[in-house]
T-cell receptor, first 111, second 114 residues
Framework: KQEVTQIPAALSVPEGENLVLNCSFTDSAIYNLQWFRQDPGKGLTSLLLIQSSQREQTSGRLNASLDKSSGRSTLYIAASQPGDSATYLCAVTQGAQKLVFGQGTRLTINP | EPEVTQTPSHQVTQMGQEVILRCVPISNHLYFYWYRQILGQKVEFLVSFYNNEISEKSEIFDDQFSVERPDGSNFTLKIRSTKLEDSAMYFC????????????FGPGTRLLVL
């Protein structure tokens, strides 16, 4: 059974710092990996999707990498801003349909 | 920008009552999903739906749950006899087609069963 783990569970950094969020998964037979942002009491916003054949994807200040063989992904956020404060979830697509989620990293950027 | 919408945003019900959660997926999308998130826990897959039938469901999705696409725009999740443990945020998601892999999520319905 696929298990997705995210560390750390919470992270607090001063504004302007670069940071890395980690995600690991136990079964490398995935179709893709998505990173989402979740604001308190809100839905999930897709940030980046990396297909299983890709190594990384970039969108603005965000860069996500995927090492399928070792079951790891990282989300790099450059020059963090207070508006980046949210919970970040990673999820892998299993069986071409369902997403299996990690528990998230709660990120706080301090002005 | 097109988005997934869900109604109601909040619902409070008594244990044993039936509830219907409604979703309007993005208009040209073909794949539809329900997920739930119990407070403080991971988001969990419930069911996927394509071509008017369930394509995959989790062990959570037992006989008390059903899904329906009653018309060309709505996608509903029915819980027949709610239990206390059904209290959660329920998210609908949609995906354009087999080649566009991103799932787009709605804002969720917070269900509280008393």
């Amino acid at each position: 059974k696929q298990e997705v783990t995210q560390i750390p569970a919470a992270l607090s950094v001063p504004e302007g710092e670069n940071l890395v969020l980690n995600c690991s998964f136990t079964d490398s037979a995935i179709y893709n990996l998505q990173w989402f942002r979740q604001d308190p009491g809100k839905g999930l916003t897709s940030l980046l999707l990396i297909q299983s054949s890709q190594r990384e994807q970039t969108s603005g200040r965000l860069n996500a990498s995927l090492d399928k063989s070792s079951g790891r992904s990282t989300l790099y956020i450059a020059a963090s801003q207070p508006g980046d404060s949210a919970t970040y979830l990673c999820a892998v697509t299993q069986g071409a349909q369902k997403l299996v989620f990690g528990q998230g990293t709660r990120l706080t950027i301090n002005p | 920008e097109p988005e997934v919408t869900q109604t109601p945003s909040h619902q409070v019900t008594q244990m044993g009552q039936e509830v219907i959660l409604r979703c309007v997926p993005i208009s040209n999308h073909l794949y539809f999903y329900w997920y739930r998130q119990i407070l403080g826990q991971k988001v969990e897959f419930l069911v996927s739906f394509y071509n008017n039938e369930i394509s995959e469901k989790s062990e959570i999705f037992d006989d008390q749950f059903s899904v329906e696409r009653p018309d060309g725009s709505n996608f509903t999740l029915k819980i027949r006899s709610t239990k206390l443990e059904d209290s959660a945020m329920y998210f609908c998601a949609s995906r354009e087609d087999l080649y566009q892999e991103t799932q787009y999520f709605g804002p969720g319905t917070r269900l509280l069963v008393l």
